[in-house]
């Protein structure tokens, strides 16, 4: 059966998702299932019947970038932008749940979404800004 | 951020096959038959042999020994036979089981050891690939001027660039248009060399088109000439376009990695600390294939000595040939391999003088009026000690040196220890390389006034589109706003030279910054333009220059600074018009209960010349930490019969956000008068520190030696929990 990500990327043209390992290792496909932060390469398209998804693409785009996108462009927390889309994914899951994380806290949060080209440093000041400018948007 | 970014395998074409490759399945044989098994409907396949190729069966590099497709003779395992399209993706990888290959096995060497006995020769006469000999004063004396002679020999293993896009080429032929290749690449001009020698098409006839690329750390310098190559025949043959995307495991089974190594260190030193000679022997393992390794080996061969003064040195270097897939291009080129060793030696000697480490590093450090090994005179005003009291400040170094002393003695499971690594990275291509490069930059002006860069130099996260555009809005005297980068696509942009070396910023930057100039004074002589102007103004000049002309373009080739000259015969002279200085210090634990050892500091101190953009600079030094960390503690790659065994990021380790220290960047900055805006080589530079700062850290933290890259768990548990010893260094 098809794997989540093919019917994104092939069926549906939403090649924001990026496939790194197809084995669940890397997170370069990480969307949210109903909310959940999940790789989709690993899940059947059958698993996800009925369910929302969301991917970098419904995050922002251009003159309405989210937050957590302008946080990126902002600290360097973007190289070459393949581990990217999954990394934004995976940090509006987190903020969703945890509005303020530490420095632990994100860490944890990040951890199944490997990135070869910023060593994290840059992505940790990401994700403490998208923090910061989230909870300026919400006064 | 949008998720726009189109990369190769977001890309598709009408009518698009895709292909797949069958691979040896052996290390080294003869192909007596290949048999098309099956279950499969071959007819519906394009299916592509060594003998389609229209020119020669070459991926063109240095020497003509690389093969596209194997027809004869396997000289590794993953090595590329057969290639195969059909429309229909999942159907390959059946197709590709379906096809068998019989061989007349023959025998193969796997060790640099292996290699060197000639027992059994698999390369040239005696499975060497190239040898250097680099001599400065005079060894043989230098040796009754010492108060000890200290030895070593230090290990590197093989690093997976594990870029986190894969490998990947569309290709596209048709008579009338020639062949276009779009690719995730670094080099666009070294696969059209190679296409058009595979091809026997006119260079005018052959297009290669950088697209997105996630990443590439030199992983993507030579390694695209052959998949753009694979996906080239294919589509040539079928006459319709072709993508090939590699799957991780086996962009990780059949792609180049870091060389391994194997250097061994005999050095003279006085009771007061002064080095007064050494003897270096470095092997590279190579792989199958001579590729790359003749440069890689230039490279470790001139940063061996370090960045000290040696009156009297000789190194002696060699790359072997192993039945593995080559090795290649990787983030540093050599040098982490022997500046690993020679900055694990400087803490062995001082250890044995009983001196500190930074102590022995002081008395000897290269100072401006001294020579290097290659008898280049300093002449910048180097100042390594201050590079090294700042690092020694900003790391606490003595108070923790002591602190960790008292520590350790009370605390069984866990020991902490700090250590540094003093080192320089050459910028540029080796030796003479810039001036056989020759590159050529130009500018030109759109239709809307914008002015916009020329290049070959191509983006793979490192921050050059950024860069150049900076450097060339700088030298306009306009808004960034106002530049952009041309496309990365041969027919457009002229050869600039690769995108490696730690060439782009100071040696490209410095071409587009004197072809931005040239647009200027074209400006400023028609008059279109006053000597003050604004944005704007520059614009609306440039918008009418273009319209009356037809069009402004300016061009820069390349010119050795003064003075920098290399002697190719002699091996000897001004290596790298520029290097940069860095002094790294890493804080570890080494916890006796996981034996696992964790970064808990590093502190990255250098100078790289004027440092052009902060963000992007200090992202290059964290990234390259980053890897360094991996290769020294993570990253393993588990060899069997010269292949592969750990192809998965499952059990490939690399380092998560996890594992990474607070990484502390900080710059000196000198500007270099014949870099862009003062700029030097930077992305290179940080792979060479952490591997040795983190074994000296933890030969200080438990006081065993260990002078092998990667230390796992397993080795620290052989040593530190069931006390083997610690391997003896063979005499050389």
């Known amino acids: 059966m098809a794997r989540l990500l093919d019917v994104l990327r092939c069926e549906l043209g939403l090649t924001g998702t990026k496939e790194g390992c197809g084995e669940g290792e890397c997170g370069a496909c990480s969307v949210l299932l109903n909310g959940e932060l999940i790789n989709s390469c690993l899940v059947p398209v059958a698993q996800a019947d009925g369910a929302e998804i969301e991917t970098v693409e419904g995050l922002g785009c251009d003159e309405r970038l989210h937050a957590v996108q302008r946080a990126f462009l902002e600290c360097g927390g973007a190289q070459c932008g393949m581990c990217t889309p999954g990394m934004l994914v995976a940090t509006t899951h987190l903020l969703r749940k945890n509005p303020q994380p530490d420095l632990e806290a994100i860490r944890e949060g990040l951890n199944g979404n490997l990135c070869r080209c910023t060593g994290y440093i840059r992505i940790f000041e990401s994700v403490e800004k998208a923090a910061r400018l989230s909870s300026e948007e919400r006064g | ?732």
């Open chain 2, 1 to 732: 951020m949008c998720g726009r970014a189109q990369y190769i395998d977001d890309m598709s074409l009408p009518r698009m096959l895709h292909g797949a490759t069958v691979r040896s399945s052996v290390p080294r044989g003869r192909i007596v038959g290949i048999e098309f098994g099956p279950g499969i409907p071959w007819d519906e396949f394009v299916i592509v042999t060594a003998t389609d190729i229209p020119g020669e069966n070459e991926i063109a590099l240095i020497n003509h020994d690389w093969p596209c497709l194997a027809k004869d003779f396997i000289n590794h395992p993953e090595e590329p036979i057969v290639l195969l399209a059909h429309a229909d993706r999942h159907l390959l990888p059946k197709a590709v089981a379906a096809v068998r290959v019989q061989y007349e096995e023959l025998p193969a060497v796997f060790t640099i050891e292996e290699s060197e006995r000639a027992e059994t020769v698999v390369w040239g006469e005696d499975n060497v690939f190239k040898r250097f000999l680099l001599e400065k004063g005079d060894v043989d004396a230098a040796w009754a001027q010492a108060d000890l002679i200290i030895e070593g020999e230090y290990r590197t293993g093989a690093q997976e660039h594990l870029y986190i896009e894969n490998n990947g080429a569309i290709a596209q032929f048709t008579s009338a248009q020639g062949l276009t290749v779009w690719g995730s690449l670094q080099c666009p001009f070294y696969v059209h060399k190679s296409l058009v020698k595979l091809t026997g098409l006119p260079e005018e006839k052959v297009r290669i088109v950088q697209m997105e690329t996630g990443g590439a750390f030199g992983g993507k310098e030579d390694y695209p000439s052959m998949i753009g190559a694979h996906a080239a025949l294919l589509a040539m043959k079928a006459g319709r376009p072709v993508k090939i995307v590699y799957d991780r495991a086996e962009d990780m089974a059949a792609t180049t990695k870091r060389h391994p190594s194997r250097t061994r260190h005999r050095t003279a030193v006085t009771r007061d600390g002064k080095l007064v000679g050494a003897e270096i022997e470095i092997t590279l393992d190579g792989g199958a294939y001579s590729t790359l390794s003749s440069t890689v080996l230039s490279r470790a061969t001139i940063h061996a000595g370090g960045p000290y003064y040696w009156p009297n040195i000789r190194v002696q270097a060699k790359a072997v040939a192993t039945n593995c897939p080559p090795h290649g291009a990787f983030r540093g080129f050599g040098a982490p391999q022997s500046l690993f060793a020679i900055e694990r030696h400087m803490d062995h000697i001082a250890e044995s003088l009983g001196m500190a480490p930074e102590e022995v590093r002081r008395r000897n450090f290269l100072r401006p009026g001294l020579t290097t090994t290659t008898g280049q005179e300093i002449r910048e005003a180097l100042d390594l000690e201050k590079l090294t009291e700042r690092a020694l400040a900003e790391s606490d170094y003595y108070a923790k040196r002591r602190q960790f002393a008292r520590g350790n003695a009370e605390s069984e499971m866990k020991k902490k220890g700090i250590g540094l690594a003093t080192f320089l990275h050459g910028s540029g291509f080796t030796g003479s390389g810039e001036r056989y490069l020759n590159s050529l930059v130009a500018m030109d002006i759109t239709p809307e006034g914008k002015a916009r860069v020329l290049v070959s130099s191509t983006e793979f996260g490192q921050g050059t589109n950024t860069i150049l555009c900076q450097i060339a809005a700088e030298a306009l005297g306009v808004d960034y706003e106002a530049v952009e980068m041309g496309p990365p696509d041969t027919s457009v942009v002229p050869n600039s030279g690769p995108t490696v070396a730690s060439r782009t910023s100071m040696v490209v930057g410095k071409l587009v910054q004197s072809a931005a100039y040239g647009l200027k004074q074209t400006l400023l002589a028609s008059e279109l333009l006053a000597e003050e102007y604004t944005t704007e103004e520059f614009v609306t000049a440039a918008r009418s220059y273009v319209a009356g002309h037809g069009a402004l373009r300016a061009e820069s080739r390349y010119n050795a600074p003064p003075g920098v000259f290399w002697d190719d015969d002699a091996y000897r002279g001004e290596a790298y018009a520029a290097y940069a200085w860095a002094v790294y210090v890493a804080e570890v634990t080494v916890d006796l209960t996981t034996c696992g050892v964790t970064v808990d500091d590093f502190v990255a101190v250098q100078e790289v010349g004027r440092v052009l953009n902060p963000v992007l600079a200090m992202g290059q030094i964290e990234g390259g930490v980053a890897q360094g960390i991996g290769w020294v503690l993570y990253e393993n790659v588990v060899w069997r019969r010269g292949r592969m065994a750990n192809n998965q990021m499952t059990n490939y380790i690399i380092p998560t956000s996890q594992d990474i220290p607070p990484i502390r960047v900080f710059f000196e900055e000198k500007p270099f008068g014949h870099g862009a805006y003062g700029a030097k080589g930077i992305g290179e530079l940080p792979m060479d520190g952490p591997a040795p700062a983190i074994l000296n850290a933890v030969a200080h933290a438990t006081g065993k030696q260990f002078d092998a890259v990667p230390l796992l768990a397993e080795e620290m548990y052989r040593r530190m929990v069931v006390h083997e010893a610690e391997p003896e260094a063979p005499a050389l």
